[in-house]
């Protein structure tokens, strides 16, 4: 009901290539994203060309989207909607919507065609995985490992399965603390085919097994959080080895000279973009669908790739993408879809983890507290 309601209350229409709201719009949002790199992209290729394009506007963020479905669920209960706009994954995006926590969207209604007048659903295509996601990006979970480890006497990690192997690349892991890609990687370390991996998790059995798995180098992993904790680990040398997304490593590779390599191989693909919290004021809906609309057109998610190595959800993008904004360097290479990273690449499930995650989640923390 509060999606319809919401829905009801905005009439758009289009000027120009721009989208005018005719109700009043607040002047101030606050948005929610994962910090860092990421929102550091965010910033210089949306948002402050935004807010330079409305004066008197001003923006918010919030880096919470690690923890945006727990911290929506208590914002509903406590009916204490705080946040106007929050990027999440593709999964999260879905049991935010399958919660009514998110609000439903008719994508060509708020979001801009292409160039060429290919409609917002088309031009997104497959990428627009739920009623309620808003795409931006397609990244991917990957590994890094430090390239000056005396302790590996000239051993180069080739494959995903380094992680488990204490005895050739001996020193300290660092993984996200949460069952989302780890899992995957046991088990695919564990000998279980790309194409059985959630048929294997969805049993008993199948868990049991990639806890086993998990269980060879808990005591020797740095559990984060923050994708900023794992880059920092390994460039401290707290690390030899984890994971992260590829822009972050990109970031400290190419941007920081970190003595880092990317580890490709099972790169697990995923999708990223906005929901709208179900419920804003109509005033703040206004400002957000506005701002929205601006921040997902065919050129605002090139520029974005112009800053951090993560593909462009909108096909009419692509062609755009070129230099890094600062370095001068061609962004394609350090794509996650480039031909020469996309060997051995692992597509996530969006719609298992969604009906999985929150059960996983809890069995996952009990066992690390074990």
Known sequence: MKMTKAMMATTAITLAGTTAF????????TIVSWGGAYQASQENAYLQPYLAENPGVSAVWDESSNE??????????ANNLTWDLVDVTAADAMRLCDEGLAMEVDHDDILAAAPDGTSATEDFGDMIISSCFIPQIAYSTTNAYRTDVAAWDGAVPEDICALFDLETF???????RRPINNMEWALIC???AFEDVYDTLETQEGQDRAFAKLDTIKGDTIWWTSAAESIQSIADGEAVMGSSYNGR?????VEQNQPLEMLWDAQVYDLDGWIIPAGLPEDRLNRVLDFVFFATDTQRLADQAAYISYGPARMSSAPLVSTHAEL?????????????????AFVQNYDWWADYRDDLDARFQSWLAQ
């Open 249 to 253: 490593f990109f970031s400290a590779i």
């Open 68 to 77: 945006a479905v727990a911290m929506l669920r208590a914002m509903d209960e």
């Open 190 to 192: 564990d000998g279980v």
């Open 170 to 176: 001996p020193g300290t892991r660092t993984l996200e």
């Open 328 to 344: 001068g360097i061609e962004m394609a290479p350090h794509m996650p879809t480039n031909p020469a990273n996309a060997n051995n």
């Open 22 to 29: 005719a109700q009043d719009m607040a002047n101030d949002m």
